[in-house]
């Protein structure tokens, strides 16, 4: 067994899918370049498009009326492409249904969905927090036609005190009534607790764990606050998983 997998059994936690994001080498080619929502998809490796294809249908579209509408996406650590992977998602899941779908910027600690996807970051969910209007017109679509993005918007050093009030909970609740799916990117869960906040909004967390990365420890303690809030944890991804043989050979062990 292994201690990527190791880690994720003891955490109690069920890996729905196993992309492997280059984090790193995503997040450079970010600073150097802003990308469209059409790049994001045609910079993506085949293999991780698919195995983020297969997470869409396994989480936001398996058979029943019990699937999840409003996801939190949500790293134990830092710089482990925890936004990438939600600007990915967002749009295979906006290609896969006919309703709408708003991927919201949760993380006002260090925003970067704008810079990922070439958006300006000049209006949005701060903004719908201290002002009047429909939640809507905070909003940008970004396309396919419905597919929309909620950025952070105008932030200040109170902004992150904004996730806690009653106001939010009637922000998250308008966007559930506009959209027909939300896909939300927090911040790290072991450094900030914004992330706990937010879950509370949702239906549920899925997990971004890097593999050799993530500390067996932390991922405990996460998921184990998760349950004392009653925060349901919907599944796992290891992130920068490494293939000591080639990926495609995996599919036949």
Not at 186 to 200: C, K
């Amino acid at each position: 067994m292994s201690k990527n997998f190791e880690l994720l059994q003891q955490a109690g936690i069920y890996l729905n899918s196993t992309p492997t994001l280059p984090a790193e080498e995503l997040e450079t080619q970010a600073k150097n370049q802003e990308l469209t929502t059409t790049d994001v998809l045609t910079a993506t490796e085949p293999s991780v498009r698919e195995e983020s294809l297969k997470l869409v249908q396994r989480l936001f579209l398996p058979p029943g009326p019990a699937a999840p509408k409003a996801v939190m996406f949500a790293a134990i650590d830092s710089k482990n492409g925890c936004s990438w992977l939600c600007s990915v998602i967002a749009k295979l899941l906006a290609e896969s249904v006919s309703g709408s779908v708003c991927l919201v910027e949760g993380n006002f600690r260090a925003p970067s969905l704008p810079k990922l996807l070439g958006v300006r970051n000049h209006h949005g969910l701060v903004d719908a927090l201290r002002q009047e209007g429909s939640i809507r017109d905070f909003a940008k679509q970004i396309g396919p036609n419905n597919l929309w993005m909620l950025s952070a918007g105008s932030l200040g050093q109170d902004s992150s005190s904004l996730l806690n009030c009653d106001r939010m909970k009637e922000r998250v609740s308008e966007l559930r009534k506009e959209f027909d799916y939300l896909v939300i990117d927090a911040p790290p869960l072991s450094a900030f607790a914004d992330g706990m906040v937010l879950g509370r909004l949702t239906d549920g967390v899925v997990l971004v764990l890097e593999a050799n990365a993530t500390r067996r420890e932390a991922a405990l303690r996460v998921t184990e606050s998760l349950r004392t809030t009653k925060i349901p944890v919907l599944g796992a991804i290891l992130n920068n998983r490494k293939f000591p043989i080639p990926a495609a050979l995996y599919k036949r062990l």
